[in-house]
């Protein structure tokens, strides 16, 4: 085996992405050891059962102590305090980074806390999905994706371009661009839709006239699409929008600005604009497919035929 | 082979819904003959090719004479018109019915032309995929979906149980609703969610400060969902929201009145209000699973770790 990148990788946090990366750092080869951090004892013993690291520790600061990289995998909210306890523990050298999807907030609550002579350096890989936890992980995740680095001002440049070649070797693109404009673009491409999702499935919820059962049951006409992004972690997305607030509330007034015009499109009749509307709509999803940024399948590859019974 | 339900079924449309029904209808073995129209000549040819039908007519008159069984499966605002020419071609006995996904217009538009002894009896098979036309079809589209059955008052109920039956035996699950409370429930869990869909893909295309090009790559996020939704046929979504326009507007109203709330508690900082939404919504989608209308496989089952070159 060829020298890995890194001695000793410490995932703090051991949840989808945490457990993802390990698993792609080990298809690589890319530590030669991976030690790990979790706040709840099922979550470190779990990690250690499945291999995810060879050593478990009860707080950040012990797993990030010698380490070379550390990263947060963490919800964003609370990045801030962790880096505060692990700091002073921090060696010289080493990589910082993060996977959180919003940079503005991680920059300023961990950058306080970073020592002189370490490096860090924000990261978002923009991949996932609806499961959480040590046992949602697998190596293909970051794969085609792309994963966005936003160095502050005055980042050592060859622990940039050491970070950008370790996301490549976990199978990612990599884009560098400062975090102001990463959470604008995650804001239309990401929060958003999310927020939206939880808005549909909320107002399902509490109709008067529409039952909870009739919802569930005719969900494959599209509301079902929806539920899978609105089943994704709830502290992770309750820190996104709490930690992305002007963006998200700049996008979500466009979004609105334009569901109002097409409200009255429908209201008042006006069928060429919803036809030259959901015409242009198609070119967009042959745009993220070409680009390899989702499956050209049916209906996204679903299994058809293997029905279960219906519950009710 | 025991004996068919139907001598010869006419299917008028041979897109998604109409190729796919005449996929079950062999797999079961339901109609003796099956014969289609189609509008364009490419779309008759591709049929014929494919075996989708045994004789394809130019026109839907033609094509329904002497079945005993024929389905409407074009967009909504079609339906009127060629129930007009098919009317006087109508032989006594037969089911008239449709696929469409408004059930109250379909009602006044065709109600007018069917001759005494036909038994009209809308339907709705609430299954698709994102892709049209005669291709895209087969026969497991409706395994384990439901298709509602909206008879009007005083319908035939041997005609109802008799479509009820074909249904079932095209793999669906068959509720019968009156054509009202169908277009109501229809509008929360289908038209509302592409008219989200379509709108947040055209937010993201016009604005200045974010490239098209930054959301196809970053569309990995969550936005890439809508886009599978939002490429759907656009004809027949135009036809939806112009024929299903109160109800949209109904459900539209209390969605935006929701999305109005939760941009509050994002701009006020309520993180329990954003904590509890996002815990209830999990919740949904438990009882879609449940119910067999979704895939338990995260991230649908999308396919990871086969990724194309990213075309930018």
């Known amino acids: 085996m060829s020298t890995p990148m890194f001695e000793r990788a410490a995932l703090i946090g051991l949840g989808l992405i945490g457990s993802s990366l390990s698993h792609a750092m080990r298809r690589g080869g890319l530590a030669r050891t991976i030690v790990g951090n979790a706040q709840s004892e099922k979550t470190r013993d779990t990690a250690l059962r499945l291999g995810l ?3 478990v520790y009860a707080t950040p600061a012990e797993a990030a102590r ?5 990263v947060l995998c963490v919800p964003v909210g609370a990045c801030g305090a962790i880096a505060g306890q692990m700091g002073p523990h921090l060696r010289a050298g080493a990589i910082l980074t993060d ?3 919003v940079k503005g907030a991680v920059l300023r609550d961990v950058g306080p806390s970073v020592p002189k002579g370490v490096h860090f350096i924000p990261g978002h890989p923009i991949a996932g999905t609806e499961h959480s936890g040590p046992e949602s992980g697998f190596a293909e995740l970051f794969d085609g994706r792309w994963c966005v680095l936003t160095p502050p001002q005055g980042a050592d440049q060859a622990a940039v371009d050491k970070l950008t070649a370790f996301w490549r070797a976990c199978g990612s693109h990599v884009e560098v661009m400062d975090a102001q404009h990463h959470d604008l673009v995650l804001a239309i491409t990401s929060h958003v839709p999310h927020l939206i999702a939880y808005n549909i ?8 006239r529409v039952t909870d059962t009739e919802v569930i049951k005719f ?3 599209g509301f079902r699409d929806f539920t899978r992004i609105a089943a994704s972690d709830p502290v992770m997305w309750r ?3 709490l930690n992305n607030k002007d963006a998200v509330l ?3 007034g466009r979004f609105s600005e334009d569901l109002t015009a097409l409200q009255r ?7 060429d604009t919803l036809y030259k509307l959901f015409v242009e709509a198609r070119s967009v999803r042959r745009g993220i497919i070409e680009a390899g940024q989702d499956t050209a399948a049916p209906d996204f590859g679903r299994q058809h035929g293997t029905p279960k019974q219906p519950g009710t």
């Open 53 to 55: 690291v060879s050593s």
């Open 66 to 70: 010698d380490a070379d990289l550390v």
């Open 99 to 101: 996977v959180g999807s």
């Open 201 to 208: 499935v909320n107002t399902a919820r509490h109709l008067e």
């Open 219 to 221: 969900s494959a006409g």
């Open 239 to 241: 820190d996104v929008f």
């Open 250 to 252: 700049e996008m979500l």
């Open 265 to 271: 499109a429908i209201r008042f009749g006006d069928s």
